[in-house]
């Protein structure tokens, strides 16, 4: 499975961004997918996770409130809605997918493949 990540960008503080990860070569059916970010000299920070089939969501505390994690499944497609952005935000938002139990999702050891990334950035 190839995943591609879309939709960073620029924004102010407070403003919105949608992201979202996109599959091909395969499909996100039997697995769950979820968003990572990472800012240079730090560790890959989990943000938000949705298991294809059942809709399990598990959200960061971080941006618990702020960002939501969804499906499309016409398009084969999971989304990250991101509002009340803040300067904190700023990383490369990375997807990727894997399986296993909801409490393992928080480590990256769980997760096989990854998109290349997308830079979102919280500046004014």
């Known amino acids: 499975v190839q995943l591609q990540a879309s939709g960073g960008g620029l924004v102010q503080p407070g403003g919105s961004l949608r992201l979202s990860c996109a599959a091909s070569g395969g499909t996100f059916s039997g697995y769950a997918v979820g968003w990572f970010r990472q800012t240079p000299g730090k560790e890959r920070e989990f943000v938000a996770a949705?298991?294809?089939?059942?809709?399990?969501?598990l959200h960061a505390d971080s941006v618990k409130g702020r960002f939501s994690i969804s499906k499309d499944s016409a398009k084969n497609t999971v989304s990250l809605q991101m509002n009340s952005l803040r300067p904190e935000d700023t990383a490369v938002y990375y997807c990727a997918v894997g399986r296993g139990i909801v409490s393992s999702w928080y480590s990256e050891d769980m997760w096989y493949y990854w998109g290349q990334g997308t830079q979102v950035t919280v500046s004014s």
């Open positions: 949705i298991r294809w089939s059942g809709g399990n969501t």
